[in-house]
């Protein structure tokens, strides 16, 4: 019984060391963005959020302008 426990806890370690080594491996193979790469992906995403945000706001003042028409 001992040994059959002292078997499968070999069995996991084993398993452990194979996932990280093919995760390490896998790591290798990924293509990592430069610096410059981040920079004009990021100032994109800005200014996109901050476009995004102005639409809502504006559609916010037209909607409330039109409310005090009705109102």
């Known amino acids: ?3 059959k426990v002292k078997e499968q806890k070999k069995t996991k ?3 452990k060391e194979r996932y990280f ?3 390490r ?5 990924v ?3 430069t610096f ?3 920079l004009k992906y990021s100032i994109a995403t800005i200014i996109f959020v901050v476009l995004i945000c102005c ?3 504006l559609l916010n003042l037209i909607m409330s302008w ?3 028409m009705f109102v």
Do not use: H, R, S
Not at 25 to 29: A, D, N
């Open 13 to 15: 370690k084993v398993k």
């Open 31 to 33: 293509k990592w963005p």
């Open 36 to 38: 410059k790469e981040v």
């Open 66 to 68: 039109i409310k005090g």
């Open 55 to 57: 639409f809502f706001i």
């Open 1 to 3: 019984m001992a040994k």
């Open 25 to 29: 491996k896998e790591l290798k193979l």
């Open 21 to 23: 080594t093919k995760v």
